[in-house]
């Protein structure tokens, strides 16, 4: 019901007064005596009194047309803006639920993964299902309404026409069912597959996520070969789902003609009105299958619609929760990765206020140390405490995090830096100035790439701590800072660093001689 009404809300609403619309000017057009100019009207009104359908036929048409056409920009229009609308909430609310609220599912599915339901499955689910549903309710408002033409000059026709429509309606809903299940697993397997492909290309931290690059390769060969085996099974599923209607719809045509020839042949109807049936139970039929060709594009969307659902009821995993920390202890850490040992009795104190720097080169440990810290991974030996509590999950509450990698969506600016949060403009834009981003601050809808393409290394960077200012928390790690940022802005924005987080712990990874610079201790790993 909350999931009808959501659906309701994001897509429906526009499409059912749409529908409400177009039945009212049919109903106007059809029934009432509306204010049409006199030549037509008095056609209209010969039409209604003395049921000359020949003439209706041409009337009919004529309407028809110019309201289907009319309806059809409107359709558009409606369908254009209600998919804007929906795709910044959709989009939005993903990317709260998922970066702010979850981040160890991003870990666990990869960043690749996240992208993907991010901008395939909205887009999907949106572009396929709403046009698909205006669509269809301008069929059924159709069918209806020639429905009610035909049962006036027979009901023998509207019957025979609702038989076919009662037999192909259940037929249809089992076979929704059916390939909506196909489609499911085919589409999970696409996501699982992309998402790994985008990680192993773009989110080198995601490497973390699944170990090592040989057990990737190995998933997506195992998984492509499944993946093509199962959206072939779900499109024979509809090639079928097509063969059974068409058969059903060449047999009720012949019917209903042959009935209305006998009706003809007997004097009984004219030659218009045997026109009148024949064009309109065939144009019914016709729709009838217009339906059964987007069932495999409504399935897909509704297959979509469960993944969304599934990923946006995922409660949030928070870890300990620990507000206002004043000592971080790492004691006698050990870990190691495989049978390789990479962090060796690390002990290290830090009280609030201070700024460590982990100085060492590439590879010897320092992205590990932050792992540990942000609870990612739990030391083999020794421990590590956030005042008293053991940081057993990552949660944002405790720590801020800049990631070595920090992936860009292809969303805008704003959403990159407010990562799902309802933030004031103004404030995006005072950040964005302690960041030396001020260049941006009138762009902050300007469209990223993913991945940050159409920006250099040193603009990510400073988006990346742009996010971390956001709502820092009492913890902040900064794992290789202002890559990529040229020597007097690194120098700026260093200086403003130290003042916003003068009351904080803060830990900086670094291999730069000029980010070093900012702490006052310096600890070699
Ligand atoms: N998930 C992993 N599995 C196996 N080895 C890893 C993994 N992550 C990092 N390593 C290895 O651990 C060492 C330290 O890596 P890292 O902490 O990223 O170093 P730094 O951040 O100082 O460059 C490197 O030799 C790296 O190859
Ligand atoms: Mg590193």
């Given at each position: 019901?909350?999931?009808?009404?959501k659906i309701l809300r994001y897509i429906g609403l526009p499409n059912v007064v749409l529908f409400m619309t177009t039945c009212a000017i049919w109903i106007a057009m059809n029934y009432v005596n509306v204010k049409i100019p006199l030549k037509t009207k008095d056609l209209i009104d010969l039409i209604i009194l003395e049921k000359r359908f020949d003439t209706n036929l041409f009337v009919t048409l004529a309407c028809m047309y110019v309201l289907v056409v009319v309806a059809g920009l409107f359709a558009q229009l409606i369908v254009q803006y209600v998919e804007l609308n929906a795709q910044r909430n959709?989009?939005?609310?993903?990317?709260?639920?998922?970066?702010?609220?979850?981040?160890?599912?991003?870990?666990?599915?990869?960043?690749?993964?996240?992208?993907?339901?991010?901008?395939?499955?909205?887009?999907?689910?949106?572009?396929?299902?709403?046009?698909?549903?205006?669509?269809?309710?301008?069929?059924?408002?159709?069918?209806?309404?020639?429905?009610?033409?035909?049962?006036?000059i027979h009901w023998i026709y509207a019957l025979v026409l609702m038989v076919y429509i009662a037999v192909i309606i259940p037929f249809y809903r089992h076979w929704f069912k059916k390939n909506s299940k196909g489609f499911e697993k085919a589409l999970d397997l696409r996501r699982r597959l992309s998402g790994i492909f985008t990680n192993l290309l773009g989110a080198r931290t995601d490497l973390h996520v699944y170990g090592k690059a040989d057990d990737f390769v190995r998933f997506y060969h195992n998984n492509l070969t499944k993946f093509g085996s199962s959206m072939t099974n779900a499109y024979n599923t509809n090639l079928r789902l097509q063969v059974y209607p068409e058969l059903l719809q060449v047999i009720t045509l012949f019917g209903v003609t042959l009935f209305g020839l006998y009706e003809l042949v007997s004097g009984t109807i004219t030659a218009g009105t045997f026109q009148v049936i024949v064009v309109y139970s065939s144009t019914i039929l016709h729709s009838s299958m217009e339906l059964a060709y987007v069932t495999d594009d409504i399935s897909r969307a509704?297959?979509?619609?469960?993944?969304?659902?599934?990923?946006?009821?995922?409660?949030?995993?928070?870890?300990?929760?620990?507000?206002?920390?004043?000592?971080?202890?790492?004691?006698?850490v050990c870990f190691g990765y495989s049978n390789k040992k990479i962090v060796d009795n690390f002990t290290l104190v830090v009280k609030k206020p201070d700024i460590v720097v982990l100085w060492g080169k590439s590879g010897s440990g320092k992205t590990t140390i932050l792992d540990l810290v942000k609870g990612f991974y739990t030391p083999i030996d020794g421990g590590i405490w956030l005042d008293e509590n053991?940081?057993?999950?990552?949660?944002?509450?405790?720590?801020?995090?800049?990631?070595?990698?920090?992936?860009?969506?292809?969303e805008t600016l704003y959403e990159n830096v407010s990562l799902g949060r309802e933030l004031q403009k103004e404030r995006i834009r005072e950040i964005l100035k302690k960041c030396g981003l001020g260049e941006f601050c009138d762009r902050l809808e300007m469209k990223l790439d993913s991945g940050g393409k159409?920006?250099?290394?040193?603009?990510?960077?400073?988006?990346?701590?742009?996010?971390?200012?956001?709502?820092?928390?009492?913890?902040?790690?900064?794992?290789?800072?202002?890559t990529g940022v040229d020597v007097d802005r690194k120098k700026e924005i260093l200086k403003k660093i130290e003042e916003i987080f003068a009351d904080k712990i803060v830990l900086v990874s670094t291999h730069d001689e000029l980010v070093s610079s900012i702490g006052k201790r310096k600890v070699n790993i």
């Amino acid at each position: 019901m909350r999931e009808t009404l959501k659906i309701l809300r994001y897509i429906g609403l526009p499409n059912v007064v749409l529908f409400m619309t177009t039945c009212a000017i049919w109903i106007a057009m059809n029934y009432v005596n509306v204010k049409i100019p006199l030549k037509t009207k008095d056609l209209i009104d010969l039409i209604i009194l003395e049921k000359r359908f020949d003439t209706n036929l041409f009337v009919t048409l004529a309407c028809m047309y110019v309201l289907v056409v009319v309806a059809g920009l409107f359709a558009q229009l409606i369908v254009q803006y209600v998919e804007l609308n929906a795709q910044r909430n959709f989009r939005r609310s993903v990317l709260e639920k998922l970066i702010t609220g979850n981040p160890p599912y991003i870990w666990r599915k990869g960043v690749g993964y996240v992208k993907n339901i991010l901008f395939k499955d909205v887009e999907t689910f949106l572009k396929i299902l709403s046009p698909r549903l205006v669509s269809t309710l301008f069929s059924l408002t159709y069918m209806t309404l020639a429905m009610i033409k035909l049962g006036e000059i027979h009901w023998i026709y509207a019957l025979v026409l609702m038989v076919y429509i009662a037999v192909i309606i259940p037929f249809y809903r089992h076979w929704f069912k059916k390939n909506s299940k196909g489609f499911e697993k085919a589409l999970d397997l696409r996501r699982r597959l992309s998402g790994i492909f985008t990680n192993l290309l773009g989110a080198r931290t995601d490497l973390h996520v699944y170990g090592k690059a040989d057990d990737f390769v190995r998933f997506y060969h195992n998984n492509l070969t499944k993946f093509g085996s199962s959206m072939t099974n779900a499109y024979n599923t509809n090639l079928r789902l097509q063969v059974y209607p068409e058969l059903l719809q060449v047999i009720t045509l012949f019917g209903v003609t042959l009935f209305g020839l006998y009706e003809l042949v007997s004097g009984t109807i004219t030659a218009g009105t045997f026109q009148v049936i024949v064009v309109y139970s065939s144009t019914i039929l016709h729709s009838s299958m217009e339906l059964a060709y987007v069932t495999d594009d409504i399935s897909r969307a509704l297959a979509v619609k469960k993944k969304l659902w599934e990923v946006l009821s995922i409660d949030a995993v928070r870890g300990v929760e620990t507000k206002n920390v004043n000592t971080l202890v790492l004691k006698n850490v050990c870990f190691g990765y495989s049978n390789k040992k990479i962090v060796d009795n690390f002990t290290l104190v830090v009280k609030k206020p201070d700024i460590v720097v982990l100085w060492g080169k590439s590879g010897s440990g320092k992205t590990t140390i932050l792992d540990l810290v942000k609870g990612f991974y739990t030391p083999i030996d020794g421990g590590i405490w956030l005042d008293e509590n053991e940081p057993k999950s990552f949660s944002y509450k405790n720590v801020s995090y800049l990631p070595q990698d920090p992936y860009i969506f292809a969303e805008t600016l704003y959403e990159n830096v407010s990562l799902g949060r309802e933030l004031q403009k103004e404030r995006i834009r005072e950040i964005l100035k302690k960041c030396g981003l001020g260049e941006f601050c009138d762009r902050l809808e300007m469209k990223l790439d993913s991945g940050g393409k159409n920006i250099s290394g040193g603009q990510k960077s400073r988006i990346a701590l742009a996010r971390v200012l956001v709502d820092p928390a009492d913890v902040i790690l900064l794992d290789e800072p202002l890559t990529g940022v040229d020597v007097d802005r690194k120098k700026e924005i260093l200086k403003k660093i130290e003042e916003i987080f003068a009351d904080k712990i803060v830990l900086v990874s670094t291999h730069d001689e000029l980010v070093s610079s900012i702490g006052k201790r310096k600890v070699n790993i």
